[in-house]
């Protein structure tokens, strides 16, 4: 027992026996053990009620969680780009083999910044959706290299306050909307709703997903980052979907059999390089039936090998090399016209059981590395051979978009407790929930939101339900958790696998809404919650808005950090209206650096 100024009781009788003295001792010392665990300092925060006490939550012993007001300062200007994962100025201490060093390396503890980042000089909200797909202000990204290295090719280019996007690229000088246009020809499943989500690696600035958007396609644009092109920033800038990324030596944050389509426009992958470990993790990601989309070289060799300072002997071997290698890991060529060519992946299982050969190149893994292990995984040069009891994992055997939706996938049994009840009670859940939402934040599904993160989520519920609204969602599946990130992909959707303890592979004001349920609750053993609400500060738009759905037992301390943050929150009953959990429905403020001119 402890008095308020936090010393161990004295015993105030003397007379006592020696078995009850050493009982007392004891439980002083217990005492004082764990009021160094919960008190430190060091580690955690003493607090303070925000506005009232909350009732200790059902099985507690210690009352609701306090903690003491705190005002985060500002980084400095040169933070305004902080990747902190991805850090350019930590790229020195990592390999160059195999690009490794534009991987995720997260600092160390004690190189962690506990400071708020600055927006650019002379940032403006960002230009509202669908205007932004085509535009955006200048001052937000501004970064002028691929302005004037890509001019030629009508990326992007600048007038006056903005830049303009015009649908150009390297492979589409047409723009991209023919260039879409000549793939439905190739691949008419991408008419019909049979092809809903794809991948786009090394993805420039993100116009073919952007152009994918309009055609009922949801595309992950990933590109690693980097110091000049900013190539992910500009694309989430426009509200397309997108996360840095590369393929090197780890495996893609995503589960295996998931993508309906993957695209690689000239983006220069060494594919046969490396055992073929990158073609690999394409075929990994790639659900059986589903289409890899290949448009440069050696695609076309015939014509465009003058442009790509080498012969046409050589990219004739490195267009039989490639085809070969597909062949082996169970591709077969589906189509191809001018620049493009298309191959399928293999949904029949009579190809991989060639691979029980010892002699079959590339082999088949028998490692026992889990198919959908995708945090800090190792790439390895063989094939992930799809389970063949799973019937519908196909994508021929998927309902086509959008009824895929809202039908329990059959990878839901894998989980623990997954089942179509279970599945259908959480899609109702969320109805019931976002039905609330909106009345809490009307901002949701007007032009306000666009980029929105789901940042713990289950079956990609809170997705499911504002799909009707002009925004997407980016559903993120704790590397902690069971892995639901397959049901999240079987139902249309995507989303990331990641560690809430560590920064989330995007730039800073990236997101418009936040979206967390029981997160803190989940990893508050494993993160300090400071930390979270710093990355949450640090991805989020000024005057985006967070909902931070948690147990009474957090989210007066949450809300009382928050205000170090400089976010204005307040508290609000859930839909069920019960006092185990709470709503903290909060917006970050538009403030500028103070080294700002």
């Known amino acids: 027992m402890k008095h308020k100024d936090g010393k161990p009781a004295q015993s105030e009788k003397s007379s006592w026996k020696v078995p009850m003295a050493l009982t007392v001792v004891v439980l002083c010392g217990l005492s004082f053990y764990l009021g160094g665990i919960f008190c430190s300092e060091k580690e955690r925060y003493v607090v303070k009620d925000v506005n009232k006490a909350v009732d200790t939550p059902t099985g507690t012993a ?83 290299w691929i302005n004037k290295q890509k ?30 246009d000549l793939m439905q020809d190739l691949i008419p499943q991408m008419k019909d709703g049979t092809i809903r989500t794809a991948i786009d690696t090394g993805c420039g600035v993100a116009s073919w997903g952007g152009d994918l958007l309009d055609r009922g ?49 000239r983006c220069l992958i060494p594919w046969t390089e490396f055992g073929g470990v990158y073609l690999l993790e394409v075929h990994r990601i790639l659900r059986p039936g589903g289409f890899w989309v290949l448009s440069g070289p050696p695609v076309n060799y015939q014509r465009r090998w003058r442009g790509w300072n080498t012969t046409i002997e050589e990219q004739k071997s490195d267009y039989d090399k490639l085809q070969e ?34 002699d079959s190149y590339p082999s088949k893994c028998d490692d026992g590395t889990e198919p959908d292990s995708a945090w800090y995984t190792p790439l390895r040069p063989c094939v992930v051979v799809p389970n063949p009891a799973a019937k519908k994992l196909k994508l021929d ?9 809202h039908v329990a996938p059959e990878r839901i049994s894998d989980l623990r407790g997954g089942s179509a009840g279970a599945f259908k009670r959480d899609d109702d859940k969320w109805k019931a929930r976002m039905k609330h939402y909106k009345k809490l934040l009307p901002a949701i599904g007007t032009d306000k939101i666009r980029n929105v993160m789901d940042m713990n989520t289950l079956y990609g519920g809170f997705a499911a339900a504002v799909i009707d609204d002009p925004l ?11 892995n639901t990130l397959p049901v999240v992909y079987d139902r249309g959707l995507i989303g990331t696998l990641h560690d809430w303890c560590e920064a989330f592979s995007t730039y800073p004001r990236t997101y418009d809404l936040l979206h967390v349920d029981g997160l803190f609750s989940a990893e508050s053993h494993r993160c300090e919650m400071k930390y979270v609400l710093l990355e949450m ?41 019960v006092d185990k959990e709470k709503l903290l429905i909060c917006q970050k403020k538009l403030w500028y650096s103070k080294q700002s001119s």
């Open 472 to 482: 997407w969602v980016m559903n993120v599946v704790s590397s902690y958790a069971p």
């Open 537 to 577: 500060d640090r991805i989020l738009r000024p005057l985006g808005y967070a909902i931070i759905r948690e147990s009474s037992y957090f989210v007066d301390a949450i809300a009382t950090m928050a205000k170090g943050t400089r976010w204005s929150c307040r508290k609000e009953e859930t839909e069920y209206d």
């Open 151 to 180: 001019s030629n090719q009508h990326w992007l280019k600048k007038e006056g306050e903005k830049f303009l996007f015009p649908g150009g690229g390297t492979m589409f000088p047409n723009g991209v909307g023919a260039y879409v």
């Open 397 to 405: 055997a998927l309902p086509k978009w959008p009824e895929r939706l």
């Open 62 to 144: 210690t009352g609701p969680i306090q903690i003491k007001a705190v005002s985060f300062p500002e980084c400095s200007a040169e933070y305004r780009d902080y990747t902190p994962c991805t850090d350019p100025k930590r790229w020195h201490k990592y390999g160059r083999h195999r690009l490794a060093f534009l991987e995720r390396h997260c600092p160390p503890s004690f190189e962690r910044q506990e400071c708020l980042v600055p927006p650019p000089d002379g940032y403006k909200s960002p230009i509202r959706w669908p205007k932004s797909k085509n535009e955006c202000w200048y001052r937000n990204v501004p970064y002028d």
């Open 217 to 265: 396609i949801l595309t992950v644009s990933l590109a690693p980052r980097d110091n000049h092109q900013a190539q992910v920033q500009f694309a989430l800038e426009r509200g397309i979907p997108a996360i840095l990324g590369i393929i090197a030596t780890q495996r893609l944050p995503f589960p295996s059999n998931s993508f309906d389509m993957a695209h690689c426009s």
């Open 325 to 358: 290698l597909l062949t082996s890991m169970c591709f077969k060529l589906f189509n191809k016209k001018d620049d493009i060519a298309v191959w399928q992946k293999l949904s029949d299982n009579s190809c991989y059981k060639k691979l029980d050969n010892p």
